[in-house]
């Protein structure tokens, strides 16, 4: 997946985001790939060592409401 990793610094190791609004490439509504670029973020920031994990993956969002709400950032996190 080719998208612009977030700085990283403000979240913690597992975790990444992704802006649809800072970043081109993702229709409205089209809300796995906004998630697909989050999860590559977050193991780009997995921050633990070479090896075999198994991780659960939490998905949430931050939601900009009107009519009709949009999804502003995505986020995913390792856990």
Do not use: C
């Amino acid at each position: 997946m080719a998208s612009e990793p977030l700085e990283t610094a403000s979240f913690p190791p597992g975790t990444g985001a992704y802006r649809p609004l800072e970043s081109k490439g993702v229709e409205p509504g089209d809300h796995m790939t906004g998630w697909n670029h989050a999860i590559q973020n977050a193991l780009d920031n997995f921050g633990r060592a070479p090896g075999r994990y198994h991780a659960e993956v939490v998905l949430s969002a931050t939601v900009d409401v009107k009519n009709p709400g949009s999804v502003i950032e995505y986020i995913a996190r390792f856990v």
